[in-house]
């Protein structure tokens, strides 16, 4: 077997075999098959697509390209959720309280932002001390000890998802379905859970833009998880603009926080957390509807229940748990700057990727993987589509460095708004499911 006469039959839009894609896969993670070649395979790949068969296949060579997490002898049952990538998308870190504290466990291994995306482990990485990286036997023995552990993805899990990621973000490969199904699936397959919940994301700030094609994702993904014998399922939500109000690494651990503490009651971010931990709790078998186990996951906010549990997992992994009581803890930037508009109207479009590429450019993400970043930097947006401005009020903060980055992003944030003169519907977070 050759990789050019691979390359080439997906290049005329042939449909590759099992062992094709083994081949490609694995020469690729072993350094036997050069960068250019798995860029041109997975420029093939994203423009001839794979059909269902093909997409299982990539998707399981990926899995078996590294170690696999067993979780067999942790008691009671294991669930894993996954965003398909978002600006202001926290949901992980009230996800993993709520569902612990209703009884599950959450072992969940989480990646880094990167773009105009944010990751879970930045996040967690704002609260000082916190260690996002365990040994298996401690990972696995905080699990078992308080239901949750949050850590970096290892790099013996699906190390080919880990090579061929890096290069799909240089070659402008990262938006192909059976590319994301493979990458997503293969390292949620690795990582040894029963249950799976995918929050795929639609809009404009995501990798699907359009609510079809998030579906056609979603379904890939369900297909592929079930198949594997995981109970899986995936909920569309909307990224026209952002979840959080908070967008940065520290700001969105503080409304994470405030959220816990029971601040934040109708935010979309608790909306949205609420409705993914009430799946994960109904897929579980502990509640017998959706309503019920909606109660279940408010429930555990509303009691403190979840705080206590996020207690537990920054007491186990930071070391204490000072800054959930005390969000001012956490990392601060020195210069805040409000923002206000100087006309009356409604919010009718917020430019998502903009704003999520502005607070990257504040130092909140990284345009090199190799990048730092500024934990304290970012937006909190107090407005969403549907509210009403008025002239002269604040909607917008930027937490920000230095004077001059803050002044640049205040003229991209307006600039990144609609205003409509008439009244302008809220819109929906929940799109679709796929079961
Ligand atoms: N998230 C992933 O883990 N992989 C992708 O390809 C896209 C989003």
């Given at each position: 077997?050759?990789?050019?006469?691979?390359?080439?039959?997906?290049?005329?839009g042939?449909?590759?075999?099992?062992?094709?894609i083994?081949?490609?896969?694995?020469?690729?993670?072993?350094?036997?098959?050069?960068?250019?070649?798995?860029?041109?395979?997975?420029?093939?790949?994203?423009?001839?697509?794979m059909?269902?068969?093909?997409?299982?296949?990539?998707?399981?060579?990926?899995?078996?390209?590294?170690d696999?997490?067993?979780?067999s002898d942790?008691?009671?049952?294991?669930v894993?959720?996954?965003?398909?990538?978002?600006?202001?998308?926290?949901?992980?870190?009230l996800?993993?309280?709520?569902?612990?504290?209703?009884?599950?466990?959450?072992?969940?291994?989480?990646?880094?932002?990167?773009?105009?995306?944010?990751?879970?482990?930045?996040?967690?990485?704002?609260?000082?001390?916190?260690?996002?990286s365990?040994?298996?036997?401690?990972?696995?023995?905080?699990?078992?000890?308080?239901?949750?552990?949050?850590?970096?993805?290892?790099?013996?899990?699906?190390?080919?998802?880990?090579?061929?990621?890096?290069?799909?973000?240089?070659?402008?490969?990262?938006?192909?379905?059976?590319?994301?199904?493979g990458?997503?699936?293969?390292?949620?397959?690795?990582?040894?859970?029963?249950?799976?919940?995918?929050?795929?994301?639609?809009?404009?700030?995501?990798?699907?833009?359009?609510?079809?094609?998030?579906?056609?994702?979603?379904?890939?993904?369900?297909?592929?998880?079930?198949?594997?014998?995981?109970?899986?399922?995936?909920v569309?939500?909307?990224?026209?603009?952002?979840?959080?109000?908070?967008?940065?690494?520290?700001?969105?651990?503080?409304?994470?926080?405030?959220?816990?503490s029971?601040?934040?009651?109708?935010s979309?971010?608790?909306?949205?957390?609420?409705y993914?931990?009430?799946?994960?709790?109904?897929?579980?078998?502990?509640?017998?509807?959706l309503?019920?186990?909606?109660?279940?996951?408010?429930?555990?906010?509303?009691?403190?229940?979840?705080?206590?549990?996020?207690?537990?997992?920054?007491?186990?992994?930071?070391?204490?748990?000072?800054?959930?009581?005390?969000?001012?803890?956490?990392?601060?930037?020195?210069?805040?700057?409000?923002?206000?508009?100087?006309?009356?109207?409604?919010?009718?479009?917020?430019?998502?990727?903009?704003?999520?590429?502005?607070?990257?450019?504040?130092g909140?993400?990284?345009?090199?993987?190799?990048?730092?970043?500024?934990?304290?930097?970012?937006i909190?947006?107090?407005?969403?589509?549907?509210?009403?401005?008025?002239?002269?009020?604040?909607i917008?903060?930027?937490?920000?460095?230095?004077?001059?980055?803050?002044?640049?992003?205040?003229?991209?944030?307006?600039?990144?708004?609609?205003?409509?003169?008439?009244?302008?519907?809220?819109?929906?977070?929940?799109?679709g499911?796929?079961?």
């Amino acid at each position: 077997m050759k990789p050019y006469d691979i390359i080439l039959k997906k290049r005329d839009g042939g449909k590759l075999s099992k062992e094709e894609i083994d081949f490609f896969v694995n020469g690729f993670t072993k350094g036997e098959i050069p960068d250019y070649q798995m860029s041109a395979f997975l420029m093939a790949i994203f423009l001839k697509g794979m059909d269902e068969v093909e997409t299982r296949d990539i998707t399981v060579s990926m899995t078996d390209s590294g170690d696999k997490m067993d979780l067999s002898d942790i008691d009671g049952i294991k669930v894993d959720k996954h965003s398909t990538g978002g600006v202001g998308d926290t949901t992980t870190l009230l996800i993993g309280p709520i569902v612990a504290a209703a009884g599950l466990k959450f072992a969940k291994m989480s990646g880094r932002g990167l773009g105009h995306t944010g990751g879970t482990v930045d996040k967690l990485e704002a609260i000082e001390g916190y260690r996002t990286s365990l040994t298996e036997k401690e990972f696995k023995d905080q699990v078992k000890k308080i239901g949750l552990a949050v850590i970096s993805s290892t790099g013996d899990i699906a190390p080919a998802d880990k090579k061929m990621y890096a290069l799909r973000d240089v070659t402008a490969t990262v938006d192909s379905i059976p590319l994301i199904a493979g990458s997503i699936m293969s390292k949620k397959l690795a990582s040894g859970s029963d249950v799976i919940l995918l929050d795929v994301k639609a809009g404009k700030g995501a990798f699907m833009k359009t609510v079809e094609d998030a579906k056609k994702l979603a379904e890939a993904l369900v297909s592929i998880g079930n198949r594997a014998g995981k109970k899986t399922m995936a909920v569309i939500t909307d990224m026209d603009q952002p979840l959080n109000t908070h967008i940065g690494n520290a700001l969105e651990v503080k409304e994470v926080f405030e959220t816990l503490s029971g601040e934040h009651k109708d935010s979309a971010l608790r909306e949205i957390s609420v409705y993914l931990s009430a799946n994960l709790i109904m897929m579980a078998g502990l509640a017998e509807n959706l309503d019920k186990a909606i109660e279940i996951a408010n429930d555990m906010i509303d009691s403190g229940k979840a705080k206590e549990k996020m207690r537990e997992l920054l007491e186990c992994q930071a070391g204490s748990s000072k800054s959930l009581d005390d969000p001012g803890l956490l990392p601060k930037a020195p210069v805040v700057m409000p923002v206000s508009l100087d006309v009356d109207g409604w919010i009718k479009e917020i430019d998502v990727l903009e704003l999520g590429i502005t607070a990257r450019d504040l130092g909140a993400g990284r345009i090199k993987k190799e990048d730092s970043i500024d934990p304290a930097v970012g937006i909190v947006m107090n407005k969403r589509v549907g509210d009403k401005v008025s002239k002269g009020e604040t909607i917008a903060y930027i937490h920000a460095s230095s004077e001059d980055s803050a002044k640049e992003a205040i003229e991209r944030l307006k600039k990144s708004l609609t205003i409509s003169e008439t009244e302008v519907e809220h819109k929906p977070l929940i799109l679709g499911k796929v079961e």
